[in-house]
């Protein structure tokens, strides 16, 4: 059974902290440019969010759900910044549901390794990952290859000592993800190194209030209302 601390931020708080982390972030890009206080306050989302991708397949039965969820509403979201700049760009959403498509493969292969259709499930995951990178590498996607890989480092770590401590080593290996993600995007991306201080206190609890669709709708959102708040300005 996972391990639970009696003190510390629940699944929720820590959620929370991201989305206020973003919200400063994005401000910083529309409107506040000059202080780069904000980006880095803002360094702090991602990883955090990322780390709950993890956690989210760990969990649900629905695997099919998550992903179709994930990827309509960065889909919408993708129209939308179409329509106003003309461009295509791949908002985290979408980040997050190639990493949930890796994910998926990844246990599915992990599931029947040495077994039946083990070889299958193998080339699978090597086939998205590839797609993954070859999508990353012609298409402008947030954060890039490496960010659509950081969630399944946890996992790694705890494939590779299941008996252990499960979540010392899934925030272990997401450290080495995470530090791999800073060296890739370098500059300020280095302070995104911090949100590890933040993860290292979770709970393993979700929290009092079921808060997981509010979370879908934050994204496009807070970028409307930050939009409008600078057209304003």
């Given amino acids: 059974m996972e391990e639970t601390r009696l003190v510390g931020l629940s699944q929720n708080q820590l959620k929370a902290i991201a989305a206020a982390a973003m919200v400063v972030d994005h401000l910083g890009v529309q409107i506040f440019p000059q202080y780069i206080a904000f980006r880095i306050i803002g360094r702090l989302a991602f990883p955090i969010f990322a780390y709950f991708i993890y956690e989210g397949m760990k969990y649900t039965h629905r695997p099919a759900a998550y992903l ?3 990827l309509a509403m960065g889909t919408l979201c993708v129209v939308g910044y179409g329509v106003f700049s003309h461009q295509f760009y791949g908002n985290i959403l979408i980040t997050f549901s190639l990493s949930i498509g890796l994910l998926w493969a990844c246990q599915n292969w992990l599931k029947k390794m040495n077994g039946p259709g083990s070889t299958g499930a193998l080339i699978l995951t090597v086939a998205v990952m590839t797609g993954i990178a070859l999508l990353c590498s012609f298409l402008t996607i947030d954060y890039g290859f490496w960010g659509a890989l950081l969630p399944l480092f946890p996992m790694l770590g705890e494939w590779i000592a299941p008996k252990a401590k499960a979540r010392a080593f899934s925030l272990g290996s997401f450290a080495i993800g995470l530090f791999l993600l800073c060296m890739n995007l370098g500059g300020v991306q280095w302070f ?7 993860l290292s206190v979770y709970t393993g609890k979700r929290g009092k209030w079921k808060m997981q669709h509010f ?3 934050f994204y496009p959102v807070h970028l409307v209302l930050i939009y409008l ?5």
């Fill in 68 to 70: 179709g969820r994930m």
């Fill in 215 to 217: 979370f879908y709708w």
């Fill in 229 to 233: 708040l600078s057209e304003l300005i």
């Fill in 192 to 198: 995104s190194l911090a949100a590890l201080i933040l």
